[in-house]
């Protein structure tokens, strides 16, 4: 089973109560979003390859360590997903960014992608799947699926708020997957939201209500 992770750093806890705030505008749930997203890549990054390399100090030769040069891919599920792109990038500026849009169709229950558009080599890369929240888990299930039918392999699922019921049904769909989240919260209503949540992530993201 992989991985699942609480990021509770106190400044991600401190970030978090802001965003959850229903008086939180647009533009400081934006930047609060990409901070707190920055803040989770230390240590959904933790984990990254090292290799030897020497180099020379102004003393002399020494044998120390770099990135081994795993190559990384952010992947934001649309839209919200978008939201803590730019925050994951301070940290790892170098990193491709794969765009998945899907839904599911209502009277086939398929899963339809809307818009799919990766790196070509993500079989080679480390892919950080975003989503602010894990609520029923479909969206990321979905998503991932996508990214293993195209060749992708390591995967890390990151989100700020995730609900019980959607961690489970991801570890059940996608045990191999380390799931990495700022809190966990304690239901979903009949609606999907997660309670307490913090609404719907486009929509504060984005301004759309
Ligand atoms: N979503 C929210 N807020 C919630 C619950 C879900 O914005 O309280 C969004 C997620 O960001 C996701 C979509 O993109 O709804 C469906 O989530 P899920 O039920 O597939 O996990």
Same mark, same amino acid.
Request: charged share 25%.
């Given at each position: 089973?992989?991985?699942?992770?609480?990021?509770? #750093?106190?400044?991600?806890? #401190?970030?978090?109560?802001?965003? +959850?705030?229903?008086?939180?505008?647009?533009?400081?749930?934006?930047?609060?979003?990409?901070?707190?997203?920055? *803040?989770? !890549?230390?240590?959904?990054?933790?984990?990254?390859?090292?290799?030897?390399?020497?180099? &020379?100090?102004?003393?002399?030769?020494?044998?120390?360590?770099?990135?081994?040069?795993?190559?990384?891919?952010?992947?934001?599920?649309?839209?919200?997903?978008?939201?803590?792109?730019?925050?994951?990038? &301070?940290?790892?500026?170098?990193?491709?960014?794969?765009?998945?849009? *899907?839904? +599911?169709?209502?009277?086939? *229950? &398929?899963?339809?992608?809307?818009?799919?558009?990766?790196?070509?080599?993500?079989?080679? +890369?480390?892919?950080?799947?975003?989503?602010?929240?894990?609520?029923?888990?479909?969206?990321?299930?979905?998503?991932?699926?996508?990214?293993?039918?195209?060749?992708?392999?390591?995967?890390?699922?990151?989100? *700020?708020? !995730?609900?019980?019921?959607?961690?489970?049904?991801?570890?059940?769909? #996608?045990?191999?997957?380390?799931?990495?989240?700022?809190?966990?919260?304690?239901?979903?209503?009949?609606?999907?939201?997660?309670?307490?949540?913090?609404?719907?992530?486009?929509? +504060?993201?984005?301004?759309?209500?």
């Amino acid at each position: 089973m992989g991985k699942f992770q609480v990021i509770d #750093h106190p400044l991600i806890q #401190h970030k978090l109560t802001i965003i +959850r705030d229903k008086d939180c505008g647009t533009k400081v749930f934006r930047e609060v979003v990409n901070e707190i997203a920055m *803040l989770m !890549a230390y240590e959904v990054s933790r984990d990254m390859p090292l290799e030897d390399v020497v180099i &020379e100090t102004p003393i002399g030769e020494t044998t120390q360590k770099t990135l081994s040069g795993k190559k990384v891919a952010i992947v934001p599920i649309l839209r919200a997903g978008i939201g803590m792109v730019d925050g994951i990038l &301070e940290l790892i500026p170098a990193a491709k960014v794969g765009h998945i849009g *899907l839904y +599911r169709d209502h009277d086939t *229950l &398929e899963p339809v992608e809307y818009f799919v558009k990766m790196p070509e080599d993500i079989d080679a +890369r480390q892919l950080f799947v975003v989503d602010p929240m894990l609520a029923t888990g479909g969206s990321a299930i979905m998503a991932i699926d996508a990214l293993k039918a195209r060749g992708g392999s390591n995967i890390k699922f990151v989100c *700020l708020v !995730a609900a019980p019921e959607g961690v489970k049904a991801l570890q059940e769909a #996608h045990p191999d997957i380390d799931i990495y989240t700022a809190a966990l919260d304690e239901y979903l209503d009949k609606d999907g939201y997660i309670v307490p949540g913090l609404g719907d992530a486009g929509d +504060r993201l984005f301004g759309t209500k």
